[in-house]
């Protein structure tokens, strides 16, 4: 483009300038023409190229971001490139609104040649109503991404008025648009004084209108980044306080690996570690080694006692579900612990102490029965009172007897090789009547393939007639009992189930508790201590078993108990 000088034409036509005065009057016209329109695309190129380098500048300012506020940075652009284009005042409109019907803006920015004046505070230029102002043209042509260009006389009288300094020469305005939406306008008074514009040079005030878009758009990426990087920073805060809360936590908490190393564990766990000898990072050895196997296996906690500087502390092995290792959670638990030893000693003491008394007088009323006549019914039924709450109060004895027996070791297991069918049947049959009684419905099922195994015969009877006495109690008249012994792979499993009351969802949790009776069964008049089931856990559990059961209220209970099938010791 830069061969289109006016020199360069006149060697395009072979003249000197100074030759053109010799030509005919028309050709010299038209030279004079040619000659002022190659000056003035050559101004045009040139104006353009200044304010290329102009955007070259404003680039740099915005796209690196180079100062240390939004606001400095559009002050450095907008001087420089005032500067450098020869403007007599740049200034910026931000948008407050932008309907259909009417834009509303304020001035943001300025720059003055005069000197670096902002009138951003100048109240009658904010929230400007575009239309009602008279700028509606304005609106019209920015709106559609159109520039508002003109010299002096050509801009309307009233838009001097307001906008423009009264001196005004020309004036150039362009859109700002941030992804799509209109957010202002850059508008450069008092330029190029030489003729009207080209479109190059329009072109190039409209990319200062792009580039400023841009900066915008990558300050909001930069503001949501910024707003991300605190909010993760926020995260990874409250992560750490979180890990601080476990650290801060006075009882022991610990993490261990299947491969039973240590991965963390908080200060109150220390003395867990020292007992065991073991530091984090380092691997636990004995009896934790085979509760991490056993949780892993049964996917299941399992709770301990253990003891530690003089402290016994349960532990609760927690099983963590697709996880490769086990939560700990210690308490200390030694107060506890004594207390539950003094309870069982005196109970054990106690009923010790009320099981001869009690015998004596069971089988005195039992004497004074037999030796009363027929005249004496009143005082007969007296002593049958007697003795009735005599029994009641023996059994209660004997079961609190077995407990504290069991829970002090004190039980030894008698394993002999035994028939369980056989024990089964007699169970039912020596409970027929009670069944009978209440018109139940009493059966009793035995795998035949069942063969004697070894196991304490005495203390699965306690179980089993447990069992199959709540079942009878807590049937309504006419209702179904049924016994089942079945044989698995490695274990015996022994079912009772009945069409009784059943449990209630909130009463699942506390049957197997000592001293434990359901309302109901308390308000339906049904004797019992709420023992018999927490001596039969401890026996089943004892001779290496399980009981559990299933249960819905007003449809029935079905309990279940398995128990090691040995055939041989
Ligand atoms: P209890 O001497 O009261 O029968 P247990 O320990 O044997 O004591 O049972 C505890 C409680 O569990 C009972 O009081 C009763 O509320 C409930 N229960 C036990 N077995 C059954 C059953 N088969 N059906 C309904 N409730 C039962």
């Known amino acids: 483009m830069r061969q289109f000088t006016s020199r360069g ?143 002096g006389v050509q801009i309307p009288q009233h838009e001097r008025t307001w906008f423009v300094s009264s001196d005004v020469q020309t004036l150039i305005v362009v859109p700002v648009f941030v992804e799509r939406e209109w957010w202002g306008l850059v508008g450069f008074e008092n330029y190029g004084l030489e003729g009207n514009w080209s479109e190059p040079e329009i072109e190039a005030f409209k990319t200062f209108g792009v580039l400023f878009g841009a900066a915008i758009r990558r300050k909001r990426m930069e503001e949501s980044l910024q707003h991300e990087q605190q909010s993760v920073m926020q995260k990874i805060k409250q992560i750490e306080d979180l890990a601080k809360f476990t650290s801060e936590d006075p009882l022991p908490v610990m993490r261990v690996s299947y491969e039973n190393v240590v991965f963390y564990a908080n200060r109150a766990a220390q003395p867990l570690l020292d007992s065991k000898q073991v530091t984090v990072g380092g691997t636990v050895t004995g009896d934790w080694t085979e509760l991490v196997e056993r949780v892993r296996e049964k996917q299941q906690s399992e709770e301990i006692d253990h003891e530690a500087a003089g402290q016994v502390y349960s532990l609760l092995f927690a099983y963590i579900p697709d996880e490769a290792y086990v939560n700990v959670y210690g308490r200390e638990v030694t107060r506890e612990r004594e207390a539950a030893v003094i309870k069982t000693q005196f109970m054990a003491m106690a009923s010790h102490q009320l099981r001869t008394p009690l015998t004596s007088l069971r089988w005195y009323s039992e004497l004074v029965q037999q030796k009363l006549t027929e005249a004496d019914a009143e005082v007969k039924e007296m002593v049958d009172i007697i003795h009735q709450t005599t029994v009641k109060l023996a059994e209660l004895v004997d079961d609190l007897l077995s407990i504290s027996r069991i829970e002090r070791g004190k039980v030894e297991l008698e394993i002999v090789q035994a028939n369980l069918g056989e024990l089964t049947r007699e169970i039912v049959s020596d409970m027929k009547v009670q069944a009978q009684t209440k018109g139940l419905v009493f059966e009793v099922e035995v795998a035949p393939e069942l063969q004697p195994f070894w196991f304490d015969p005495k203390l699965i009877r306690e179980v089993i007639v447990n069992l199959v006495s709540n079942a009878i109690k807590y049937t309504p ?10 044989l698995g792979e490695s274990q015996v499993l022994i079912e009772v189930e009945d069409s009784g ?22 308000e339906s008049g049904i004797d019992g201590t709420g023992l018999g089931l927490s001596v039969a856990k401890l026996i089943v559990e004892k001779c290496g078993g399980r009981i559990w059961f299933e249960s819905e209220e007003n449809v029935g209970t079905r309990f279940f108990v398995t128990l090691p099938y040995r055939k041989n010791l």
Request: hydrophobic share 40%; glycine share 12%.
């Open 9 to 151: 034409l006149l060697a395009v036509v072979g003249m000197k300038a100074s030759q053109v005065g010799r030509c005919c009057p028309q050709i010299k016209q038209f030279m004079i023409e040619v000659m002022d329109t190659t000056t003035t695309i050559e101004g045009v190129l040139q104006r353009r190229d200044k304010i290329l380098v102009a955007l070259t500048g404003a680039s740099e300012v915005f796209l690196r971001g180079s100062l240390v506020t939004w606001q400095e940075n559009v002050f450095q652009v907008i001087k420089d490139v005032g500067h450098r284009l020869d403007v007599g005042r740049v200034f910026v409109c931000k948008h407050n609104e932008v309907t259909a019907e009417h834009v509303i803006t304020s001035l943001r920015y300025a720059w003055q040649a005069t000197g670096d004046v902002t009138q951003m505070d100048v109240p009658g230029l904010q929230q400007i109503h575009f239309q009602e102002a008279g700028f509606g043209r304005w609106a019209g042509k920015l709106y559609e991404g159109g520039v508002v260009s003109g010299r």
């Open 477 to 486: 008249d006419g209702g179904r009992v049924q016994v089942r012994v079945t």
């Open 501 to 522: 009351m059943g449990i209630s969802e909130g009463d699942k949790q506390k049957i197997f508790g000592r001293f434990f009776r359901s309302q109901r069964a308390v």
